[in-house]
């Protein structure tokens, strides 16, 4: 393949790369008025694009081999070197991010490659905390990791898009930046410096479309989200803790009423599973109290105990749990226990039978009735 490169340097892959993307972008006018106007305008306009679709898919396949060398042949360090950076310069990170769902499968596949190497790649003997690409993400073009985000939208780019996104997120300031966004569509997105970690955040920004994106997205637009938004949950656990501590009635309404509530199985059952290792974490114990201290949170939990699906009961019961074990209940927790506690006496011991190979299990439903029959009778103010 590189023979179609032989006069182009390594540098001038990204700088060609990034002019010819934009070809992609335009909207071709209807093919009705094309047609009306001269006949012959839609197969050359077709013409063009795919001509640009072959010359990118060619660029692209050049630069992962540069960057990755073949089985046959390895990489050239100072060759990487100079097209990593030529790749932040000319800022072909952001023209692919918009770009990939517009690409071909092969060369989706191979933007995928380039970003993952790109992100990871540390210059010999570098010292810095963060690749140069990552810090340059963020201190500079955020709008890399929004459009990213923004893939989901398609259900071409949401695979590649997510593996590049769980990526980038091993980086603390990656999610950060997700979370923290507040840009709307063509709008600047919010850059590491600009970041109030103690502002309420209005739920406008990349990270709040994540509910629609899991819940009303295709199959596997929707696993995929999933996937990134537990990843930006559990990764970095005391960025999380905080921003679910300054966010709590806006996040988790939405979580609750989105997510939990969910008419899809699989939603329903992982977003419950997820709300269960949140509350367990210990970094998130604040989090955890407040969940817990509200009532309408244990009558959303009592009732997918009650759910037709075996999965949804098992994973409402780990989060049913915490309401019970917390020796600090609130009065409102109380009093829906004890008004409850002769019918959840009766449908405990049954509840689940059939677990019987489970015993830990068996010991948390046996620990949950001795505390519900041991509740004193009258709630304490």
């Known amino acids: ?37 001269i006949p012959i305008l839609p197969l050359l ?12 898919a060619k660029l692209l396949a050049q630069i992962k081999l540069v960057l990755q060398g073949t089985q046959e042949t390895e990489s050239s360090p100072e060759q990487v070197a100079q097209l990593v950076t030529s790749i932040i310069q000319e800022d072909l990170l952001h023209f692919l991010a918009r770009s990939i769902h517009l690409l071909p499968f092969e060369t989706r596949k191979d933007t995928q490659a380039i970003f993952s190497y790109v992100l990871r790649f540390k210059p010999a003997n570098s010292t810095a905390s963060e690749p140069p690409a990552v810090a340059y993400i963020v201190d500079t073009r955020p709008e890399v990791i929004v459009e990213l985000c923004r893939g989901y939208e398609h259900r071409e780019s949401a695979m590649p898009c997510g593996i590049v996104l769980r990526e980038a997120l091993k980086h603390e300031s990656v999610a950060a930046i997700i979370l923290y966004d507040h840009s709307g569509q063509n709008e600047s997105a919010t850059k590491m410096d600009d970041i109030d970690f103690e502002a309420e955040q209005t739920g406008e920004g990349v990270f709040w479309n994540f509910f629609s994106w899991i819940d009303r997205g295709a199959f596997e637009v929707s696993t995929d989200a999933f996937t990134t938004f537990r990843e930006i949950l559990t990764k970095h656990k005391p960025l999380v803790s905080s921003y679910l501590t300054t966010n709590f009635g806006l996040f988790f309404s939405r979580y609750n009423e989105i997510l ?13 599973k997820l709300l269960g290792e949140i509350l367990l974490d210990r970094a998130n114990y604040n989090v955890m109290t407040a969940y817990v201290d509200r009532g309408e949170h244990l009558k959303l939990c009592m009732n997918l105990l009650k759910d037709d699906r075996k999965m949804v009961k098992y994973e409402g019961f780990h989060v049913f749990k915490v309401f019970v074990a917390n020796p600090n209940k609130s009065v409102a927790v109380q009093r829906i226990l004890l008004n409850n506690r002769e019918r959840l006496l009766d449908f405990l011991p049954k509840f689940l039978e059939d677990r019987t190979d489970d015993d830990q299990f068996t010991d948390e439903k046996s620990f949950l009735i001795r505390q519900i029959e041991t509740m004193p009778p009258i709630s304490i103010d």
């Open 260 to 272: 939990i509530k969910s008419s899809s199985y699989v939603t329903k059952r992982q977003s419950i």
């Open 1 to 37: 393949m590189a023979f179609f490169f032989r006069n182009r340097t390594r540098p001038d892959l990204a700088k060609s790369a990034k002019e010819l993307l934009p070809r992609i972008w335009e909207t071709p006018p209807s093919q009705k008025v094309l047609h009306f106007t």
């Open 45 to 56: 306009i077709s013409n063009i694009l795919w001509q640009s679709e072959e010359e990118i």
